[in-house]
């Protein structure tokens, strides 16, 4: 099974400063996809943004941007003019082009202070 | 938002008893899953269903049995509850990776076993 590791159990960050939040992976596949789920204090869990292998170009939405490293097996999350609505659980999740099942990371708790 | 529901809500039971909880969709979608989310282990996987009537293992599959007679409800059951099993659980759907590799995820279901 694939593993998925999130390194930073916690990390915070000023109001309007940018943070990034790690992830790495293992597996010997070639194409998959890699996400970036937000859980804020109302457990929803919430799609950030994702990426696919094939693609170069790293993802961006609005405020939020991936730096994807391939050949390092890295997916890092970086959040640019942070906001108090930032603040959340973090999870890093993969799923292979065939695969039926996603792995998730142990998450990220984010904090963001005013 | 996908539709998604999950009930009940929350739950309080004792040590022994059976437990069932529901998930519903109203997307049609394929795939559906049954995680368990606890502090220092992010979302794990208990059991999912590719069909009606298909379903395999998860990582944390012991003690839950699954099922799913229907597209749209995936049941998850507990046959006799243990303190271990005190979490919070999240339904999701998806299609196939190739269709819209994106997981939707209800709401969450908080269960106490005392």
């Known amino acids: 099974a694939q593993t998925v590791t999130q390194s930073q159990p916690e990390m915070s960050v000023q109001e309007a400063e940018t943070v990034t939040l790690s992830c790495t992976y293992d597996t010997s596949e070639s194409d998959y996809y890699l996400f970036w789920y937000k859980q804020p204090p109302s457990r929803q869990m919430i799609l950030v943004i994702r990426?696919?292998?094939?693609?170069?170009q790293n993802a961006t939405e609005n405020r939020f941007s991936v730096n994807f490293q391939k050949a390092a097996k890295s997916f890092s999350l970086k959040i640019s003019d942070s906001q108090l609505g930032d603040a959340a659980m973090y999870f890093c999740?993969?799923?292979?082009?065939?695969?039926?099942?996603?792995?998730f990371g142990t998450g990220t708790s984010l904090t963001v202070i005013p | 938002d996908a539709g998604i529901t999950q009930s009940p809500r929350h739950k309080v039971t004792e040590t022994g008893t059976p437990v069932t909880l529901r998930c519903h969709q109203t997307?049609?979608?394929?795939?559906m899953y049954w995680y368990r989310q606890d502090p220092g282990h992010g979302l794990r996987l208990i059991h999912y269903s590719y069909g009606v009537k298909d379903t395999d293992k998860g990582e944390v599959s012991d003690g839950y049995s699954v099922s799913r007679s229907k597209t749209e409800d995936f049941l998850l059951t507990l046959e006799s509850a243990t303190s271990s099993q005190t979490s919070v659980y999240f339904c999701?759907?998806?299609?196939?990776?190739?269709?819209?590799?994106?997981?939707?995820f209800g709401p969450g279901t908080r269960l106490t076993v005392l």
């Open positions: 990426q696919e292998a094939y693609k170069q």
């Open positions: 999740a993969y799923r292979s082009e065939t695969g039926n099942q996603f792995y």
């Open positions: 997307e049609n979608h394929r795939y």
């Open positions: 999701a759907i998806s299609e196939s990776p190739l269709t819209n590799n994106e997981q939707f």
